[in-house]
């Protein structure tokens, strides 16, 4: 048996998961001895990839360990506004024409037209926002619907252009920015755990 040559990317990735799946952890602390033993790893790249996941506010850090995110209504209030910023500034500096068909979810259509901006730093703050906003996607689509159905009306008004579209864009953000609220008190509802 050959030995585990990158368990840090194994184990980064298996923690980024859970994360997503766990929903809003609200300080919950992250225990790295009983992490390493429920991913077959050694404690030391569960410290790294905890450390890592501190770097990009996914969890957090205090003086006796590592622990989940905390999540305040306006905190993802302003995780939308700032995902709303980012689409239509990188959709008026090169306007996207029409979506590949294989872009099904809200998320997708809006990160494809971030791309067609042309702008890396919008795509990295754009992926960044999704993943810290990605533990409450269930309870997003809950309260404000199915992002099939978001990324259909995205994608019409694409096709329409431009007023179209930011409008389109605006009523997509704008109703999760009112519903904030409701969002984490869902996620919360559902008692996330990693």
């Known amino acids: 048996m050959g030995r585990d ?3 840090f990317e194994r184990t980064i990735e298996a923690l980024r998961q859970r994360l997503v799946h766990a929903g809003p952890l609200q300080g919950a602390p992250l225990p790295i001895n009983l992490l390493a033993a429920d991913l077959g790893v050694s404690q030391t ?10 770097g990009e506010s996914l969890i957090g850090r205090t003086r006796s360990g590592y622990v989940g995110a905390t999540y305040h209504a306006q905190d993802l209030a302003h995780g939308y506004e700032l995902a709303l910023l980012l689409v239509l500034a990188a959709y008026r500096r090169r306007p996207a024409l029409a979506v590949p068909g294989d872009r099904r979810q809200a998320d997708e259509v809006l990160a494809y037209v971030i791309d067609e901006g042309g702008n890396l730093a ?5 992926s960044r926002v999704l993943r810290e906003l990605a533990p409450l ?3 997003e689509a809950a309260i404000c619907g199915e992002g099939a159905l978001d990324a ?12 179209a579209f930011v409008r389109a864009v605006r009523r997509h953000y704008l109703r999760r920015i009112e519903r904030s609220a409701d969002i984490l008190a869902h996620g919360l509802l559902r008692h996330p755990r990693i």
Do not use: H, M, Y
Not at 45 to 54: D, G, I, K, Q
Not at 152 to 163: I, K, N
């Open 5 to 7: 040559r990158d368990p």
């Open 45 to 54: 790249p569960v410290r790294e990839a905890l450390a890592w996941l501190s």
């Open 122 to 126: 919008f795509s990295r703050a754009f």
């Open 137 to 139: 996607g269930p309870d």
């Open 152 to 163: 259909a009306r995205l994608t019409e008004a694409l096709s329409q252009g431009g007023p």
